[in-house]
């Protein structure tokens, strides 16, 4: 009741109960954990994830939050041109 959306950390879990039942949630893959990540010191690096329904005609975005990629300033650019053709599909989902 007290988390009713993703993500939650287990550090906010203040009985060994609510632990145990998270615990086998992932064991039984009801939720997936996401990995803790770490950078250099001093280093800044952003993450922006949502889920979609992919259809042969349309991709839908379920969840998260809009992204103006404009704003968005990366420090390297990928060199793949077959990523950057992926990368620069455009994407009219937002419901």
């Given at each position: 009741k007290q988390y009713p959306t993703f993500p939650f950390t287990m550090r906010n879990f203040e009985d060994s109960r609510s632990r145990l039942g998270i615990t086998e949630c992932v064991?039984?893959?009801?939720?997936?954990?996401y990995p803790i990540l770490s950078e250099?010191?001093?280093?800044?690096v952003a993450q922006f994830k949502f889920t979609v329904i992919i259809h042969p005609k349309a991709t839908i975005q379920i969840t998260g939050l809009p992204l103006d990629m404009s704003s968005v300033c990366p420090s390297t650019q990928i060199s793949d041109s077959e990523l950057n053709s992926l990368l620069s599909t455009k994407f009219n989902g937002v419901l």
């Open positions: 064991r039984t893959n009801l939720v997936q954990p250099k010191q001093g280093e800044f």
